[in-house]
């Protein structure tokens, strides 16, 4: 496993991260969520992201009783908020109530003192940006947050952050956890850029697109019973004909390099310098495994450039 910083803080992240959505605490049975985050960390993971959302807390509940057989200060833990909690009117978003009690609830669920970083799991229109930017200041102040991040905001909204973070000293985001992946590119274009300029590092989500860049579908027709896609409908409705025909394609190069279509993904993903980690999920330890060897996978100019005339 090999190791980046994350943006312009001095935190060392894996390559390869793992992630708990749509995973543990409910679609994954227990025993297979466990054994996955403990062969995670075996191999050298040291980043693991969960949420208060995903199964209401029941993620954090299961990766924070797995990770308690490990020194605390051997790897990353992060979660988030601004999703919906309960039916109450301030049940969800960025004011200071909801930020504060909701990372205090998640602490009491993962039965840690502090998390490493926080993010703000959407942006909140409703709330002043700087209302949220000094609740998660004082979290970081108390020592229940090391780093604050955001996920899915657009580099307009991060400036506006830096800007008033500077104007009332308050601590800087250092981290954008944001989708990327061969069928999901619109970070390129200002995301990544703004982050390489600023010191905000990108740990992205969906990097495999659900499954659909393992090669693991081939048909519309021939979806495995055993899949998230069988079961999700939105899920489904991403797989397209032509998605399909370019993963055929992919594995194609792939097996000329003697690694995965996963693999292959995911080494596309680390050719930028900005991206700290890729956040996979792995019903499965030997998925693990799987993804964590392609950390350290460098693809030359002209793989690079067969690839792209395949995804164009």
């Not at 800007?163 to 992946?181: G, H």
Request: charged share 25%; hydrophobic share 40%; aromatic share 8%.
């Amino acid at each position: 496993m090999q190791y980046r910083k994350l943006g312009g803080s001095g935190l060392k992240v894996s390559e390869i991260s793992l992630g708990s959505w749509l995973t543990y605490g409910g679609y994954v049975e227990k025993q297979n969520a466990v054994q996955a985050i403990e062969q995670a960390y075996d191999l050298g993971i040291n980043f693991f992201d969960t949420a208060n959302v995903y199964e209401r807390g029941a993620a954090e509940v299961l990766l924070g009783e797995t990770l308690k057989a490990y020194k605390r200060d051997s790897y990353v833990l992060a979660t988030k908020a601004f999703w919906p909690m309960g039916d109450g009117p301030n049940d969800r978003g960025l004011s200071r109530k909801h930020v504060i009690e909701q990372c205090n609830a998640s602490l009491k669920r993962l039965g840690a003192d502090y998390v490493d970083i926080f993010y703000c799991h959407r942006y909140d229109n409703e709330t002043p940006l700087t209302e949220t930017l000094r609740a998660i200041d004082d979290l970081i102040r108390s020592g229940k947050v090391l780093y604050a991040g955001v996920s899915e905001w657009t580099a307009s909204q991060m400036a506006d952050a830096l800007a008033t973070a500077d104007r009332y000293l308050l601590d800087r985001i250092v981290v954008s956890q944001p989708i990327y992946n061969m069928f999901e590119r619109y970070i390129e274009k200002e995301v990544i850029p703004y982050g390489e300029k600023n010191g905000i590092g990108q740990v992205v989500f969906s990097p495999l697109a659900q499954g659909l860049l393992t090669g693991k579908y081939t048909t519309l027709a021939d979806i495995p019973t055993d899949s998230r896609a069988s079961k999700l409908e939105w899920m489904r409705k991403g797989i397209t004909e032509e998605k399909l025909a370019k993963v055929r394609a992919l594995s194609e190069i792939a097996s000329e390099l003697g690694i995965t279509t996963g693999q292959l993904a995911i080494a596309w993903i680390l050719r930028q310098n900005n991206v700290a980690s890729a956040l996979v999920g792995a019903s499965r330890p030997e998925q693990v495994i799987e993804n964590v060897n392609a950390s350290g996978v460098a693809l030359s100019e002209d793989v690079l450039e067969r690839i792209e005339g395949i995804l164009k």
